[in-house]
């Protein structure tokens, strides 16, 4: 089936540090992949993403490649901040279906 | 343009009762979801609704009825709650059909069921 696997957290970082959180997938088809995040309190806001092999989305700060070769989506930032501290799930949809289906979600905290 | 809004944010049931959960948005969107989130298993989805008047099941519709008898709301029931449901409970909703992985989501509402 198609399922996103995603690293276990959580990720404790210095501020200015550099963060790196594993993704990979499993797809029948030809997936779209995506970065949300969640920070405390909130929904899930869509970060970035990519719909084909070798795209790199990128957003505030962010970037992810689509790597085909590997089945990955990592998501890095060169320099974190405390305001980063939050929640990111990886998540994919297939062509002509009206679903995201999520990981688990990582959660990222950031220290002064 | 508020988004969308969730009612209520947080809710204690006992077993046994049931309740209905609000969804509501502003932007116009076709497609509305309901996701549950818990520890270690991420999001997944509850039901789903392409357009007014229709509803679909997503990957854990057992214990739920959801209806969207208008565009702007989806509604999400506990005919009987359990407390295997306790939970918290996103509603999101997306633009059109092609852009189902651009989703809007609510705050949230908190459910313990004891």
Redesign the interface.
């Known amino acids: 089936g198609n399922s996103v696997t995603q690293m276990e957290g959580p990720v404790t970082l210095s501020e200015e540090a550099f963060l790196t959180i594993n993704c990979t997938y499993t797809a029948t088809g030809y997936p ?1 992949l ?1 970065w949300y995040v969640q920070y405390p ?6 970060l970035l ?1 990519a719909t084909k092999a070798d795209d790199k989305g990128s957003n505030k700060g962010f970037e992810a490649t689509y790597r085909k070769e590997t089945t990955s989506f990592h998501l890095e930032k060169g320099s974190v901040q405390v305001s980063d501290s939050a929640v990111y ?1 990886c ?1 994919l ?1 297939l062509y002509n ?4 289906i ?4 990582t959660r990222l905290q950031v220290f002064p | 343009n508020a988004g ?1 809004t969730q009612t209520p944010k947080f809710r204690v049931l006992k077993t046994g009762q049931s309740m209905t959960l609000l969804c509501a948005q502003d932007m116009n969107h076709e ?1 509305m ?1 309901w996701y549950r989130q818990d520890p ?6 509850i039901h ?1 609704s ?1 357009g007014e008047g229709t509803t ?1 099941k ?1 990957e854990v519709p057992d214990g739920y009825n959801v209806s969207r008898l208008k565009k702007q709301n989806f509604l999400l029931g506990l005919e009987s709650a359990a407390p295997s449901q306790t939970s918290v409970y ?1 509603c ?1 909703s997306s633009p059109e ?1 092609g852009r ?9 509402t908190r459910l313990t069921v004891t």
């Open positions: 779209s995506f309190g909130e929904g899930l806001q869509l993403k799930f998540a949809t279906t009206d679903k995201l999520f990981g688990t979600g | 969308v497609y979801y270690g298993m991420g999001l997944r989805l789903y392409v679909a997503g996103f999101a059909e189902s992985w651009e989703q809007y989501f609510g705050p949230g």
